[in-house]
């Protein structure tokens, strides 16, 4: 069974800082510094109140209760009570501050990413799987949120608190505080250790569950086949196998977080007791009072939880690093750039659509390769419709996706009524020249809606009404809700045949300028292809068209034929010419004229 | 906050014709909210649990250890205070160094017990989630297609990913949490009624108003964690649906209008998701001021005890210690809560879908297919009394018979809609009739394991969809004990070979990295050989060759002619071409078979077929 590896290379993958990376969210975090600031200002201020309480303590220990003065206690009482309630205020309003723009954040990051994706060019979505992209939108901003509401602030609030905490017990008694201080080179060393090793493991799980997701959706989208050849059980075992290697690692990250745990948790204890011994000598020598014992280890152990708490702050930090990482290596990719390359036009008002010396080739393709396309010169004049014609793999679709540039020409151009296409705002081409493609998508929305589409905004019901008997797609009007239906993914599901012929409505429907049709035809059935054929020649009239074809009976749709081979254009002319002259052409025809399969000369 | 609306995102994409809101019907799948019977929840929760059982027992017994190490220090505090420092004054220095060996100790403890706990409870999680995953899996896996067909792909991924992560979160932070803060709160109770009965008393009372703080927040937290995992499904199915559908999205500018329609997904899921952040604040606030105000309760009391000589210095030292600890969890009993209530959402929806019974069941006691004994591979097809009827109504094919002796090719014609497809699919038990009974040599297709099934019928689709993985690999489906000269010769005789030999490398090529560039005629080809490898009693190929080139077809039409020889084949296609290999042609018409016969003889007679088939020749011209 095919098995997945995470898309992005592993090897070449440059040491950054956890903080240089995660400093790179910035601009998203930006508009609410304000809060996110104010928050964990708000927290300090709980975090210290809550270091004055043993001081009140040590007050009431030394004073009315060491005077038996019980009266005295009252205000000490009060003043507990005041401290506590300003607390738990200040923790609620730090929590309140911050609920609303961090999942402004979240959504804010992932509209971005969901919109870049968008935009990226055709070619990076064939190299990524969805899944990939999937888990970085999902699982790591959920990551990302969760490292701005904790580790970012408690990281700081933590920090003083502890400095807060440390200078009061110095202040206290110096002897203690340095006591207590001791463990703190190892395990500030323990955790520098930590965090470079647990961030290795930590981006290595975050890569297999992204893996994970890809072999979970390819088993939905591929359940026919799963299901046609009986390999659901062959597909758990793959599926096992991958989720058994993400526990391995989510085992490795427990381990290491073990052990940050383990040191964490033991030397400032033991550094406590250390202080308990050596503060109960002093108080026996009476060198010491017992408040400010008391007062002393209540602090030391105010300060347990952001000691503690550094360990998985750090590993929350790492975490969100990595997870940061993956969210920038699809935010860096270039998307298509809204259009206009300089240059490219004089080559004169020629009207139609013209390729001059095209040639491509996959950029991610060896540069020694040959390309796919070689040289490809074809006019297609105003008005005319061109069948093109090749073999099975020789760049047909390749070609067709050239002219919206859903890729770019390597080298050479493509002009629209003598306009280079790469001068033109992509929007503007996209516009100009409509497409349906060989595998006809619909959207989650209405089937009007999925027609629509193809058309400028204001376009009606006749429009859609129009198109849609072009396509002999009027079926639509009989579905449950009529074109209101919803299709798709999450809609009714339709035949492939109904589908395609509703791809082929949406790319009429604009009445567009140029249209590019790749094999439209494929999946009807003959009295329906011979009656969408009858409609489509009216609109092909008075259109310039591209029309991938495999059929004799989609060639004469067409005014003219071009023979794709090799890379280049062999022939051009009409179907009956080059059934006459071209030997390779009436082979891809007729399929008997050479007998068996030859490489054309 | 509108629950009821926000709970369906999938009946309100904004832009929909609100009319059609009215009339979309109770379907279960258009809420994304499968009935999870009552339960069902818990019921999977324990039988995940239940194989950990051992290691959750000594999970829990380190961590119960390692709570009373930790929990020790203040009585230590205690004692040092009321018995040590007299002591030491009275030059006996036994209780002090005790004092520090056991406040060692302690530590020592502590930290190593720690790590042991944190160790073993990753293996009990880690073993449950790889369980979960494995069942969500290999239940999808095992669900019929027709509910593929109406569970979208993005809410399955949805299931096995973000729901199983909150999971993750419950098990990994939650529960160790919730363990550490009800043993807490009961080794600190105990200790602190130890120390004075009533002191501990009034922190016991303290717990009343948590309780019920808890409860109020745990009923509301649920509503908008439900809330907020129904916003993320939608957010995913949107966001899956885009990038499958990468290609129309440029070509129609799609993106801006996309952006719009995601951003409403976004910012419904960013609502909910502050809803439940601020739902936690209220806690925070509620409980700490609960925890707060008991401290200073206790304090006054205790200290105005002390002033007055009834209790001694050192119990209130470390009364006032083990306060501070007791309601130290409190947020992280909040956060607890948190987790439980999105994993409680998650796991009800992953208990509704474990609870989805296959339509299409494997059979507990599977029967063989009689060896067949005439050295021929082709089986005898049987359609016996078979109608079919969608569950949601609407009959597709009415009762009928039909008889393919083994070894015969039959074509299937007729227009889209006539129940063609469905006929394959109950063959190939995608579906099973909703009477009657579909016989392979004699053998209903409902009693026949997956394998032996599989190795019985084997069907060819138009939407040929590769794997990531190597071109062997995808055409390996077919047979994965297959060895690279049977991948080959599967690829040869289909005619795939050449494309496959060119490409970059070769055999070995990553369909994913250049998934795209496989062209549709060419994948077609591959699940071609796929199928050929399987080498079934019976073939089905439905629309397989629509995407090739007619010399394409043609080398498959004549790979087939010699590939299907004494197997029984069912081809179901538009172009008539096909038709030239079959023994028989059905011709289909709004679900019934209205012409059956062999080619020639319906192309000689004056039926649909012989139209068809004249419209057909005219259309090669």
């Known amino acids: 069974m095919p098995t997945t590896r995470a898309t992005t290379a592993e090897e070449a993958r440059p040491e950054r800082s956890a903080v240089r990376t995660l400093l790179r969210l910035w601009p998203y975090v930006r508009p609410v510094r304000a809060r996110l600031f104010t928050a964990a200002i708000v927290a300090i201020v709980a975090s210290c109140v809550g270091l004055v309480i043993p001081l009140v303590l040590k007050w009431m220990v030394d004073g009315p209760v060491a005077d038996r003065a019980p009266a005295g206690v009252w205000l000490g009482a009060l003043c507990l009570l005041l401290l506590g309630v300003a607390e738990a205020v200040l923790f609620g309003t730090r929590r309140w501050l911050v609920a609303r723009p961090l999942s402004h954040v979240e959504a804010e990051l992932r509209a971005a990413m969901y919109g870049r994706l968008q935009r990226l060019p055709v070619s990076f979505h064939d190299r990524w799987a969805s899944g990939q992209l999937l888990s970085r939108a999902t699982t790591d901003l959920m990551l990302l949120r969760m490292f701005l509401a904790f580790p970012l602030t408690f990281l700081l609030v933590n920090g003083v608190t502890i400095l807060v905490g440390v200078v009061i017990m110095l202040m206290q008694d110096w002897v203690l505080g340095l006591v207590v201080l001791g463990p703190a080179v190892p395990v500030l060393w323990t955790c520098v250790v930590f965090e470079r090793r647990y961030a290795e493991v930590a981006r290595r799980a975050q890569d297999q569950v992204g893996d994970l997701t890809t072999v979970v959706e390819e088993s939905v989208l591929g359940i026919r086949i799963i299901k046609g050849f009986g390999r659901h059980r062959a597909q758990s075992r793959a599926f096992h196998e991958l989720s058994g290697r993400l526990r391995g690692t989510e085992l490795r990250k427990a381990r290491l977080l073990a052990t940050i745990w383990g040191v964490i948790v033991t030397l400032p204890e033991a550094a406590i007791g250390a202080a308990l011994v050596v503060g109960a000598l002093r108080v026996a020598d009476g060198e010491l009072s017992a408040g400010t014992l008391v007062a002393f280890l209540s602090t030391a152990l105010a300060l347990r939880w952001p000691v503690d708490s550094i360990g998985f702050l750090l590993a929350m930090s790492q975490e969100a690093a990595s997870a940061t990482e993956r969210y920038f290596e699809v935010m860096d990719e270039e998307p298509e750039s809204s259009g206009t390359v300089a240059g490219g036009a004089g080559a004169g008002a020629e009207p139609g659509l013209r390729f001059h010396g095209v040639r491509f080739r996959y950029p991610d393709a060896p540069p020694d390769s040959p390309p796919l396309l070689d040289r490809v010169d074809l006019h297609i004049r105003p008005g005319e419709s061109m069948a093109l014609v090749g073999a099975t793999g020789s760049g047909k679709t390749t070609l067709t996706a050239l002219v919206p540039r859903l890729h770019e020409v390597t080298s050479g151009r493509i002009s629209l009524n003598g306009v280079d296409i790469a001068a033109m705002p992509r929007a503007e081409l996209r516009a100009r020249v409509a497409v349906a493609f060989e595998e006809p998508t619909l959207f989650s929305t209405s089937v009007g809606e999925n027609v629509l589409m193809g058309a400028a905004d204001g376009a009606g019901k006749a429009d859609l009404d129009r198109a849609l008997s072009v396509a002999r797609a009027d079926f639509a009007h009989g579905l449950p809700e009529g074109t209101g239906t919803r299709v798709g993914e999450q809609g009714l599901s339709l035949s492939g045949g109904q589908r395609q012929r509703l791809a082929l409505a949406r790319a009429v429907v604009g009445r567009p300028e140029f249209l590019v049709l790749d094999d439209p035809l494929s999946a009807l059935d003959v009295h329906t292809e011979a009656a969408v054929e009858a409609a489509l020649r009216q609109v092909l009239a008075d259109t310039t068209a591209l029309i991938v074809a495999h059929r004799p009976s989609t060639v004469l749709l067409a005014d003219r034929v071009a023979l794709l081979s090799g890379g280049r254009i062999a022939a051009v002319g009409t179907h009956q010419e080059l059934l006459r002259t071209n030997a390779e052409y009436a082979h891809l025809m007729s399929g008997a004229a050479a007998g068996e399969r030859e490489d054309h000369a | ?621």
Request: glycine fraction near 8%; charged fraction near 20%.
């Open chain 2, 1 to 621: 906050m509108t629950s009821t609306t926000t709970a369906a995102p999938a009946t309100e994409d904004g832009d929909r014709p609100p009319r059609s809101r009215d009339t979309s019907g109770p379907d279960p799948f258009d809420h994304d909210a499968l009935p999870t019977p009552p339960g069902a929840t818990a019921a999977l929760l324990r039988s995940l649990l239940a194989p950990m059982r051992s290691r959750v027992a000594v999970t829990t017994l380190l961590l119960l250890l390692q709570q009373a190490a930790v929990q020790t220090g203040p009585l230590l505090v205690a004692y040092a205070i009321d018995n040590a420092v007299p002591a030491f004054r009275d030059h006996d220095h036994g209780p002090l160094i005790a004092v520090g060996a056991g406040y060692l100790l302690c530590a020592l403890l502590s930290g190593g017990l720690q790590f042991a706990f944190i160790e073993a409870s990753a293996r009990v999680n880690q073993n449950v989630l790889l369980d979960l995953r494995g069942r969500i899996f290999r239940h999808a896996q095992a669900l019929s297609v027709d509910f593929h067909e109406r569970y979208t792909s993005g809410r399955l991924i949805s299931r096995s990913t973000t729901d199983v992560e909150s999971l993750r979160e419950l098990l990994d932070e939650g529960l160790q949490e919730l363990v550490t803060v009800v043993l807490s709160f009961v080794y600190i109770s105990a200790m602190l009624l130890w120390l004075d009965l009533g002191l501990g008393a009034v922190a016991v009372a303290s717990f009343v108003p948590l309780y019920l703080l808890v409860r109020r927040y745990q009923r509301r937290a649920g509503r908008v964690y439900r809330a907020r995992s129904t916003a993320i499904a939608a957010v995913i199915v949107k966001f899956v649906e885009t990038m499958n559908g990468i290609r129309p999205v440029r070509a129609f500018r799609r993106e801006a209008a996309n952006d719009a329609e995601f951003a409403v997904l976004n910012q419904r899921h960013e609502r909910t998701n502050g809803d439940t952040l601020l739902e936690m604040a209220r806690y925070v606030v509620g409980s700490r001021l609960v925890a707060n105000t008991a401290v200073a309760g206790i304090v006054l009391w205790g200290a105005y005890r002390v002033a007055s000589g009834t209790l001694e210095l050192g119990v209130l030292a470390a009364a006032v210690l083990y306060l501070r600890r007791l309601y130290d969890p409190i947020d992280r009993l909040g956060m607890f809560l948190n987790s439980y209530q999105s994993a409680a959402a998650s796991l009800e929806k992953i208990a509704g879908l474990l609870a989805q019974t296959p339509s299409v069941p494997e059979p507990s006691v599977p029967r063989e297919l009689p060896s067949s004994d005439d050295g021929f591979p082709g089986r005898e097809v049987v359609f016996d009394g078979v109608r079919f009827a969608y569950r949601t109504g609407g009959e597709v094919l009415p009762r009928f018979d039909l008889t393919l002796p083994a070894g015969q090719t039959v074509a299937v014609v007729g227009s889209t809609g006539a129940g063609k497809s469905t006929l394959a699919k109950l063959l190939a038990r995608f579906y099973d009739p909703s009477g009657g009974r579909v016989l392979l040599d004699g053998v209903d297709l409902r009693e026949l394991g997956t394998a032996e099934l599989r190795s019985g019928v084997v069907m060819v689709t138009q939407e040929a969809f590769l794997f990531s993985g190597t071109v062997a690999d995808n055409i390996a489906i077919g047979r994965p004990d297959a060895t690279r000269e049977d991948i080959e010769r599967a690829a040869k005789a289909i005619g795939a070979h050449e494309f496959i030999d060119a490409l970059p490398d070769g055999y070995d090529t990553d369909v994913r990295k250049r998934g795209g560039r496989i062209s549709a005629g060419q994948r077609q080809l591959v699940a071609f050989a796929r199928a050929l490898l399987a080498d079934p009693a019976v073939l089905i190929l439905d629309e397989a060759t629509s995407s090739l080139d007619v010399p394409g077809e043609r080398a498959v039409q004549r790979a087939m002619a010699t590939v299907l020889r004494g197997r029984t084949a069912v081809v179901i296609a538009h172009r008539l071409s096909t038709v030239e290999i079959a023994d028989r042609v059905l011709v289909m018409e709004h679900g019934r078979i209205v012409e059956d016969g062999s080619p020639d003889e319906l192309i000689a007679g004056t039926g649909r077929f012989a139209d068809l088939h004249r419209a057909w020749r005219d259309s090669l011209a």
